[in-house]
């Protein structure tokens, strides 16, 4: 099994949709967690964090299971341009593991 | 704002033939990182640095050796190139601190023919 999965997609929705990614991590012992962007042919970019409590960022939402040991990302009101994929990165153990990432496409 | 820059972007080499990647960063940050991303793969750690004047292995340092020249730069080396080191090279930078996310350059695609 592999430390940090994700569902590749791709996830085809249209603008304005209401869209949400899971990236799961075996490591109990991790404790931070972030999101990024990487468009196509271009580095991974920081999104966002995770944090406990969950957060916001206008449309974008992230939240943390750690009983379920999860992590997701909630996109409101699709744009064309969150077309992308998103990569989880989990750290534990002084080490950070990204997963492969979930790519979007998003119709108009 | 630089952030982390990478040379070169591109390069084509032959089997056996070897080079360097450059990397520097100009935001100060202690911990430097190499990857390489294939599809389906996702990032794989080749190489890291923590500070200035250590280097530690990853998940895939096999053919690759690095050199932390400064605290700005972050050298990888392949000495003899193989057409399974064709990817692309992500290096990336953070600040102290384990929990800390990282900043990537733009990244060297590399292809060995």
């Known amino acids: 099994r592999k430390e940090v999965e994700q569902d590749p997609g791709p996830f085809n929705v249209p603008e304005g949709a209401t869209v949400a990614f899971n990236c799961t991590y075996s490591?109990?012992?991790?404790?931070?967690f972030f999101w990024y962007r990487q468009d196509c042919r271009k580095e991974p970019k920081l999104l966002m964090s995770?944090?406990?409590s969950g957060n916001e960022d206008g449309r974008f939402t992230a939240q943390l299971n750690r009983a379920s040991q999860y992590i997701s990302l909630l996109i409101r009101d699709s744009k064309l341009s969150d077309s992308a994929t998103y990569l989880c990165?989990?750290?534990?153990?002084?080490?950070?593991?990204f997963g492969a990432g979930t790519r979007l496409f998003v119709k108009a | 704002n630089a952030g982390v820059t990478q040379t070169p972007k591109f390069q084509v080499l032959k089997t056996g033939q070897s080079m360097t990647l450059q990397c520097a960063q100009d935001?100060?940050?202690?911990?430097m990182y190499w990857y390489r991303q294939d599809p389906g793969m996702g990032l794989r750690l080749i190489y890291y640095?923590?500070?200035?004047?250590?280097?530690d292995k990853g998940e895939v340092p096999n053919g690759y050796n690095v050199s932390r020249l400064n605290k700005r730069e972050f050298s990888l080396r392949l000495e003899s190139a193989a057409p399974s080191q064709t990817s692309v090279y992500f290096c990336?930078?953070?600040?102290?601190?384990?929990?800390?996310?990282?900043?990537f350059g733009d990244g060297t695609r590399l292809s060995i023919l």
């Open positions: 490591n109990s012992a991790s404790q931070s």
């Open positions: 990165a989990v750290i534990g153990g002084f080490k950070t593991i």
């Open positions: 995770v944090y406990s």
């Open positions: 935001m100060n940050h202690n911990s």
């Open positions: 640095s923590a500070s200035e004047g250590t280097t």
């Open positions: 990336a930078s953070s600040t102290t601190g384990y929990n800390q996310p990282q900043h």
